[in-house]
């Protein structure tokens, strides 16, 4: 549409530079050899398309070198939980999911499809996704609310033999991870020496959890809207009941500022705002990760104040924890391994490798290579490959 439309009122987006980029989608599909001639449509339609056919039918395995669905990835959302936007629905979701198929095209050279699904049934979800995984390489899952989130990845992992990933999980944890590595060496710590406070207990921050606890983190308290989360609590889902018998050594019962006095790792997934006098409890040479956006939980400027460390979600700052530094190279690898699943040494493995890229290059403000860096998706398939392949999850 023009800047004036169909109706002859200005259109009131022509000066937003964004509407420009996404009009008309940001996606084609295009054939990969061109129709000039008989010869070529009788090669590829009919009759020669049958004889490819009748050979997958009698040998399914061609269908990985005859096909596109190896290499190509389907990202699934119903638009629950897009971004910062939260339940806008599966038509608004659809720009987004569009954007991350860009991305799995620019960073990771995999071709991918959009699927919104205008349903929140978890049943429905897991057995429409399963239909049509024939057609696909690897499912990323993306943008679906928790707690169903758990239970449709679960499922669809233990029903499906590729890759499948919920990246609102285990792309932030990955990365993540791969700035807290880095971190703890510019303060001097191990791992194993720092107590975390995660704030948040929905998808993001119970994979962060998970991915710290199997990494070797020392202590870690999480918490939610009504203070952290610990055994004694009769309010708890069951993904909340694994993370307070697996956490919070202490058994501490009282609210998220009063875990973060002495802590070393502030990690924000959760919105709100953390007063000044919160972070300034915190242990000296701290570390905050406030991850929210568009509006990080501790303002960056106030918490340099105090923390020898600082990451948020935002553009434009130093050390942006972005999802794109994991799940394009995580796809990749898993699918050029041939590999039936995403295990959770290989997402280990993708935080390391995303750690390697800064290297001897380790400051207080680059701790994480820039979410632009053409390393890292290399770097991250190469080492989620390999690491597939010693743990047998490999077909190739």
């Known amino acids: 549409m023009s800047a004036q439309q169909h109706d002859g009122t200005a259109d009131r987006f022509a000066d937003d530079p964004a509407f420009a980029v996404h009009e008309g989608g940001k996606l084609v599909v295009r054939p990969t050899r061109g129709i000039e001639s008989t010869a070529d449509l009788a090669l590829t339609y009919t009759p020669g398309v049958a004889r490819v056919s009748s050979a997958i039918a009698a040998e399914p395995d061609l269908a990985d070198r005859y096909t596109w669905a190896p290499r190509v990835v389907a990202v699934v959302s119903d638009g629950t939980a ?3 936007l939260g339940d806008i629905g599966p038509a608004a979701a659809l720009p987004v999911m569009e954007g991350k198929a860009c991305l799995f095209s620019e960073f990771a050279g995999l071709s991918s499809v959009p699927v919104v699904l205008s349903t929140r049934d978890v049943d429905t979800i ?5 239909a049509i995984a024939p057609s696909f390489g690897g499912i990323n899952l993306e943008d679906i609310s928790a707690p169903r989130c758990f239970e449709i990845e679960d499922r669809l992992r233990e029903r499906l033999d590729i890759p499948v990933m919920h990246d609102d999980q285990h792309g932030t944890a990955i990365v993540v991870l791969a700035a807290l590595r880095n971190a703890a060496r510019v303060v001097g710590r191990e791992l194993g020496s720092l107590r975390v406070v995660v704030s948040g207990a929905g998808a993001a921050g119970v994979a962060c ?3 710290l606890l199997e990494a070797g983190v020392g202590d870690i308290a999480v918490a939610d809207s009504r203070g952290v989360l610990h ?8 993904v909340k009941r694994w993370v307070a018998e697996h956490t919070n050594r202490a058994g501490y019962a009282g609210t998220m500022a009063g875990a973060l006095e002495g802590a070393d790792v502030y990690l924000g997934l959760s919105g709100g705002s953390v007063p000044e006098s919160v972070i300034a409890s915190m242990a000296s040479d701290g570390i905050v990760f406030s991850l929210a956006n568009p509006i990080p939980e501790v303002d960056p400027e106030m918490a340099a104040r105090y923390a020898a460390v600082v990451a948020t979600g935002r553009s434009g700052e130093p050390n942006q924890i972005n999802n794109v530094l994991a799940f ?16 959770e040494e290989m997402k280990l493995a993708a935080a390391t490798a995303i750690a390697d890229v800064v290297g001897d290059g380790v400051r207080a403000d680059y701790v994480v290579p820039s979410p632009l860096d053409r390393r890292v998706a290399d770097a991250v398939a190469a080492a989620v490959a390999s690491c597939a392949r010693e743990q047998g999850v490999a077909r190739t």
Do not use: C, M, Q
């Open 126 to 130: 897991v057995e429409t996704v399963a």
């Open 209 to 211: 959890t998970k991915i």
């Open 328 to 343: 394009p190279g995580v796809f990749r690898g898993a699918i050029d391994a041939g590999a039936t699943s995403i295990t």
């Open 82 to 84: 897009v971004l910062g």
């Open 231 to 238: 055994t004694g609590r009769d309010d708890l889902t069951p």
